[in-house]
């Protein structure tokens, strides 16, 4: 049985209209290829195709720039897209769905799932998309930008839209924690940590007035069990109290 479109899904092409230098179609290709995405399409280059700056500044992304189609008019561009975006931070008075780059994406990829194509239109460099190539899409993307100062550098509008289709297609916690070559130690370490501070800090005398002792060290414990200490945190805390000891004793 042959493969339904569900099983492989196609990436959004991303159509550079009317690019005006070569560096920031080159900026363009090093952004995608960042984010996984490798359908490059140009139309009309104002310096011709292929452009030497726009390689030079693609470094390891060449093969973006080597797999991309030229096409003459964004009619061209478009011809076999299911459902077209068109980023533009102007105003427009279009009816359309107007949709911040984290739904468009969204939107791409439940549109890709499904085996449609997808593409989104970057504007030229001096005035972005003309109303003739938005009329085109399905919907405009528009990112909330400073009012006062809304032009975003080419490259850096496909930055924004790749970082998003990345964040959408792949699983990243939000958060980790990086342990240095080592790991977290177990509760019997931090328990061991623990009991060494306690006596220590018995010793000094430390714990007082007595009434206060248990909630002093029930506080000391939370303390070390909500610090999610790794080994070599712990091995330096056992070594802080032993050196701190041992001096000590030298003055006597």
Not at 34 to 58: H, I
Not at 82 to 108: C, N, Q, S
Not at 160 to 169: A, D, F, I, K, S
Not at 218 to 229: D, K, P, T
Request: hydrophobic letters at 45%; one cysteine or more; a neutral charge.
């Amino acid at each position: 049985m042959p493969p339904s479109p569900t099983d492989t899904p196609v990436a959004p092409a991303f159509i550079l209209v009317r690019p005006q230098m070569g560096e920031n179609i080159g900026g363009a290709a090093r952004a995608m290829l960042n984010f996984g995405l490798e359908r490059m399409r140009v139309v009309a280059p104002r310096d011709g195709w292929p452009n030497s700056r726009a390689v030079a500044m693609a470094s390891g992304a060449g093969r973006v720039l080597d797999h991309a189609g030229l096409f003459l008019d964004v009619r061209a561009a478009i011809a076999d897209c299911d459902y077209v975006f068109a980023t533009t931070a102007r105003g427009r008075e279009l009816t359309k769905p107007i949709v911040t780059p984290e739904r468009a994406m969204d939107m791409a990829r439940a549109l890709t799932a499904e085996g449609k194509r997808v593409a989104v239109l970057f504007g030229p460099e001096r005035a972005g998309l003309e109303n003739e190539d938005v009329v085109l899409a399905n919907a405009i993307v528009t990112v909330p930008v400073n009012p006062d100062f809304p032009s975003l550098n080419l490259a850096q509008c496909v930055l924004l839209l790749g970082y998003e289709w990345r964040r959408q297609t792949v699983a990243v916690p939000p958060e980790v924690m990086e342990l240095a070559r080592t790991e977290f130690a177990t509760r019997v370490e931090v328990e061991r940590l623990g009991d060494h501070y306690e006596e220590r800090l018995e010793a000094a005398g430390f714990f007082y007035p007595e009434a206060k002792v248990p909630g002093m060290k029930a506080s000391l414990r939370n303390m070390w069990g909500r610090l999610n200490l790794t080994r070599a945190e712990v091995q330096t805390f056992h070594g802080m109290l032993r050196q701190i000891a041992w001096k000590l004793k030298q003055g006597e």
